[in-house]
């Protein structure tokens, strides 16, 4: 499908990208400024996530290299996650032209909801206790149950992955906040990588749009990632509430109006 935009159209997407990145970077959650902007720009449904995936990969990558660059994601230690985010992310892709996802819809504002409100009351529920970082790995059942399920949510849908992986990932494994972020972006990566080839070979990638919105979405995960490790939890924690309550309302208007 080709569609002609106008030169102001591109600058807004080019904008919407940079500001999406930078949050994906810090919290995850870019997708909900970046998809409906596809949307709105009459991109058809399956199209703007697929499209969508595709800028996503630019920056999930991004973010992940610049965690690792500063030792905050040890790849050798994650290796059952990543087999299990990857079998995840493809079943979840293909869930996606197979069933009705209404009930999903009406269920994950709930979820997310949930998440807000136990990051809010709970002091650690950002890790702010844990300042030691990881030295070996942690439970192959822990990172296969985890990666099974974050995996294939993202390929199926993907509203709040950033917030669920770097929540479930402190809780699970005992990391450091940073840490956690480093492994959501990793883990991320893997998941819109293995989407946008599902997506791909199913016709559903805009490459022009994807690709002009991602190279945005690469300098602000550049950013959001530098942002997040110079200034940590007083910056992330209020950045991370903020985004996951307006995830939870965008999807809660678009489940029940």
């Known amino acids: 499908m080709e569609l002609l935009l106008e030169p102001n159209q591109w600058a807004i997407l080019a904008v919407i990208g ?15 400024l970046s998809i409906p902007t596809l949307l709105t720009f009459g991109v058809p449904p399956h199209l703007a996530l697929g499209t969508n995936k595709l800028a996503a990969c630019f920056s999930s990558t991004t973010s992940c290299y610049t965690y ?31 069933i009705n996802a209404d009930w999903l819809e009406k269920l994950l504002p709930i979820l ?14 950002m890790g702010g206790n844990i300042t030691q970082a990881p030295t070996t790995t942690s439970t192959k059942s822990k990172q296969i ?6 995996g294939g949510y993202d390929g199926f849908a993907g509203p709040g992955i950033g917030a669920f992986w770097t929540v479930t990932s402190i809780q699970l494994h005992k990391l450091p906040l940073l840490h956690s972020c480093g492994l ?12 946008l080839v599902i997506f791909s070979l199913l016709g559903h990638v805009n490459w022009l749009l ?18 997040a490790i110079r200034f940590g939890i007083p910056f992330i924690k209020p950045l991370f509430i903020v985004i996951v309550i307006a995830i939870a309302g965008q999807l809660s208007w678009s489940a029940w109006s």
């Open 18 to 32: 940079l500001i999406a990145g930078f949050i994906d970077a810090v919290v995850g959650g870019g997708g909900l």
């Open 68 to 98: 690792y660059k500063q030792q905050l994601f040890t790849p050798k230690f994650w290796k059952p996650a990543a087999l299990a985010t990857l079998v995840g992310a493809i079943m979840g892709s293909l869930l996606v032209f197979l």
């Open 112 to 125: 997310i909801i949930l998440i807000s409100a136990y990051t809010l009351i709970s002091p650690q529920a």
């Open 145 to 150: 149950s985890q990666g099974l399920l974050l």
């Open 184 to 195: 959501a972006r990793a883990m991320t990566s893997i998941s819109n990588i293995t989407a």
């Open 210 to 227: 994807g690709i002009w919105m991602g190279l945005s979405m690469m300098a602000g995960a550049a950013i959001g990632a530098k942002s």
